[in-house]
T-cell receptor
Framework: GAVVSQHPSWVICKSGTSVKIECRSL??????MFWYRQFPKQSLMLMAT?????????EQGVEKDKFLINHASLTLSTLTVTSAHPEDSSFYIC????????????FGPGTRLTVL | LAKITQPISMDSYEGQEVNITCSHN???????ITWYQQFPSQGPRFIIQ?????VTNEVASLFIPADRKSSTLSLPRVSLSDTAVYYC????????????WGAGTKLIIKP
């Protein structure tokens, strides 16, 4: 089946630093990749949608200058949390799809970010 | 935008059939209904998707009435490993393919 990996799985950083999270589709080429954030005991919140080679589409309320998304290839998307602060601590999950969001999405295992 | 309501939590026992109902009163004409399963500290996993009537796969069934204002995920003969959060999603029909996630139903299976 389709496998999506994320790296790192867990990261702790100091306030003010930047953190990069990688999302890779291992055995298929993903037309679209999605980035989500999930706080404890809450549902997933879509942050942005990205298509290879084009700028990401951010959801309302998500700061594009703070959460930089690069989708350089059909198998790799990166999310960089710039100047991270404690309130950015969350579980970040990516997913990849062969088409629009209503198609089956294959999710990565998630990245736990803790900002001190 | 569809507003999604699903129970916060449910309990059941091994071997039972579990039905989780999701309410989506203002679903758009072309919206799909999708269910995902999530275990703690893992990404969600696709379970099933439907548009109308009944859809069945190897793990679940999805029942959608004619008015499509609700849907029911049916898990046959659950086991302890089915303990997870189940999310109901609606959407995909607008130009942005926007997908709305429900708050999730925490299903606890007891021995």
């Amino acid at each position: 089946g389709a496998v999506v990996s994320q790296h790192p799985s867990w990261v702790i950083c100091k306030s003010g630093t930047s953190v990069k999270i990688e999302c890779r589709s291992l055995d298929f080429q993903a037309t679209t990749m999605f980035w989500y954030r999930q706080f404890p005991k809450q549902s997933l919140m879509l942050m942005a949608t990205s298509n290879e080679g084009s700028k990401a589409t951010y959801e309302q309320g998500v700061e594009k200058d703070k959460f930089l998304i690069n989708h350089a290839s059909l198998t790799l998307s990166t999310l960089t949390v710039t100047s991270a602060h404690p309130e950015d601590s969350s579980f970040y999950i990516c997913s990849a799809s062969l088409g629009p969001s209503y198609n089956e999405q294959f999710f990565g295992p998630g990245t736990r970010l803790t900002v001190l | 935008l569809a507003k999604i309501t699903q129970p916060i939590s449910m309990d059941s026992y091994e071997g039972q059939e579990v039905n989780i109902t999701c309410s989506h009163n203002n679903i758009a004409t072309n919206d799909y209904i999708t269910w995902y399963q999530q275990f703690p500290s893992q990404g969600p996993r696709f379970i099933i998707q439907g548009y109308k009537t009944k859809v069945t796969n190897e793990v679940a069934s999805l029942f959608i009435p004619a008015d499509r204002k609700s849907s029911t995920l049916s898990l046959p003969r659950v086991s302890l490993s089915d303990t997870a959060v189940y999310y109901c999603l609606v959407g995909g029909s607008d130009s942005n393919y926007q997908l709305i996630w429900g708050a999730g139903t925490k299903l606890i299976i007891k021995p």
